[in-house]
């Protein structure tokens, strides 16, 4: 069930609504402003980035009387354009879907080999960003609310024997009983009404999946989603603006999803503690010798150009930068020596949550629709299969006609790990990872749809991904570990040898979960910030 507005949400809703409808690129109260002394750049707390992990952090710190600073790289999605929607769809994405691109780069390549997918856009901090690092580029949210305002919202919670041997200092009775629970009413997480999913144009497509797995023997299991199912059965009656059944999703959805800006993070600045600035990066990290860390952060524009560089110092330090920005803070600092006794575990244990996509080719006489909802309710769960575990979302492909296409983003249990070294020639973080590397999760999504295809007597498409490739295996939507938990920090998240430092993010799990990671990823945060105001010095 989506949780109840309180007042105080609804208090940081309207704070950021003002915020975006003043161009304020800093958002909080009054009250927490005027506490901060004049010409003077301190906060107690800082957080860095505002996606699962650094939403957790904020709200907790505001909850607990802490003031607390949310630096935020990407802008503010509150405000409408020229169409009067804050988010372009996907079909006809502009310059408020990249992050300052002058080409869309979307997962398809093309459809019928045709450039028909992408589209030139002007350069602007758009919502979405594609980091390329040769052989895998990685997906990433730019916004106050981060991956939450791009992804497909599938709220899973891992298998717990996976998680288990994923996470072995984690308690998994703590976190099934208490943190997952947390997590999941505050993120509002739903499930779609089953009576409805079966009799619904819009998850025809999912249906179709559902008939070939049950062909094949497999078994299929119904998703939730932090979209709210119930605003989409409303969207399909007409009585409500549509965004899941408009073709929204991947450049953000404008009606219907509960990303993190609606849930924590409104929460958070309706304690009156907490305050968010955006389109500003943080490029450094020092500690002075009284303990206050000061970071470095850059101002930039719309036109992304540098307009000021100023220094922020505080107590704690919560980094919530994702897995590529969490790391590249913490690799630089240590490089280069401004936090030289951080741990040698800082920049490993990097993987790709096993990521794989695929495409079918059905039969005529089965149909997916030319509509389809964009927010994924079911999935082909072959995780107890020890041979060739792999849990694969029935992903839509909305493109307004029939195209007899099945759709899948698999999620696949690769052990292989990349690593993360600090180049100095451009200081920044260059990933090490080889196409090789990709081969076990492609060999599992492979032997898994080749079951499909043989049982059903359907093909691959070759015509997605480009060069001719049936499995798409050089991007991630679930970059994880860099930090990860009991080896770059303690089992809380505290970075060793640095009190006061910590890591709130995605970078903590080792680099594999078995399903969408921002469910764990909030339930770990709640877990870490519940045991540091327990135990912390502030």
């Not at 093309?110 to 390329?132: A, E, K």
Request: charged residues 20%; proline residues 6%; hydrophobic residues 40%.
């Amino acid at each position: 069930m989506t949780p109840h507005l309180t007042r105080r949400h609804l208090l940081g809703l309207g704070a950021l609504q003002t915020a975006a409808a003043l161009g304020f690129t800093r958002i909080g109260l009054d009250s927490a402003r005027a506490a901060e002394p004049p010409a003077v750049d301190y906060s107690p707390a800082v957080v860095v980035g505002s996606g699962y992990g650094a939403a957790v952090a904020a709200l907790r710190l505001g909850q607990a009387g802490v003031r607390t600073t949310v630096v935020e790289m990407g802008r503010l999605w509150d405000t409408a354009g020229s169409d009067g929607k804050v988010f372009p769809s996907t079909s006809a994405p502009d310059q408020r879907s990249m992050w300052f691109r002058t080409r869309t780069e979307a997962p398809l390549a093309t459809f019928l080999w045709l450039d028909v997918v992408n589209r030139d856009i002007s350069p602007y901090p758009g919502v979405l960003d594609r980091v390329n690092f040769g052989d895998m580029s990685v997906y990433v949210g730019r916004g106050v609310g981060g991956g939450s305002l791009v992804n497909g919202g599938m709220a899973p919670t891992p298998r717990r024997s996976y998680f288990s041997e994923v996470l072995p200092e984690v308690d998994a009775d703590e976190m099934y009983g208490t943190y997952f629970p947390r997590a999941r009413q505050m993120l509002g997480v739903n499930d779609i009404d089953p009576a409805w999913f079966e009799s619904t144009e819009w998850y025809r497509f999912a249906r179709i999946s559902r008939k070939h797995a049950r062909n094949t023997g497999l078994r299929t299991t119904f998703v939730p989603n932090v979209y709210d199912f119930g605003y989409m059965q409303r969207e399909a009656a007409g009585q409500v603006p549509r965004s899941a059944l408009a073709g929204e999703v991947i450049y953000g959805n404008n009606h219907g999803k509960r990303s993190l800006d609606r849930s924590y993070l409104a929460a958070a600045l309706g304690t009156g503690n907490v305050t968010i600035e955006t389109l500003q990066r943080v490029v450094a990290v020092r500690r002075e010798p009284d303990g206050r860390y000061v970071l470095t952060v850059r101002r930039i524009d719309l036109a992304g150009r540098v307009v000021g560089t100023r220094e922020l110092a505080c107590r704690q330090l919560f980094l919530g930068a994702g897995s590529l920005g969490t790391t590249e803070i913490l690799l630089r600092a240590r490089e280069t020596g401004a936090l030289p006794d951080l741990s040698p575990a800082v920049g490993t244990g990097w993987g790709t949550n096993g990521n794989v996509m695929t495409a079918r080719a059905n039969h005529l006489w089965d149909t997916v629709g030319a509509h389809q909802a964009t927010m994924p309710a079911l999935g082909i769960d072959d995780w107890d299969n020890a041979a060739n575990p792999v849990f694969a979302e029935i992903a839509p492909l909305p493109m307004g006609i029939e195209h007899w296409v099945s759709m899948y983003l698999a999620i696949t249990k690769n052990p292989e790990r990349g690593t993360f070294t600090y180049d100095p020639a451009t200081d920044s973080a260059r990933l090490n990872w080889h196409i090789s590397q990709n081969q076990p999760a492609v060999a599992a999504a492979k032997q898994l749809f080749d079951r499909i295809n043989r049982c059903n007597v359907t093909i691959y498409r070759y015509d997605l991904f480009g060069g001719n490739k049936p499995f798409a295996d050089t991007f991630t939507y679930h970059p994880l570990g860099g930090c990860v938990l009991g080896r770059a920090t303690d089992t809380y998240g505290r970075a060793k040898g640095y009190p006061g430092l910590y890591v709130v993010d995605g970078s903590l799990v080792p680099g594999s979960l078995g399903v969408n990671p921002f469910v764990t990823i909030t339930a770990l945060a709640e877990r870490t910030m519940a045991r540091i105001l327990a135990e912390d010095p502030r």
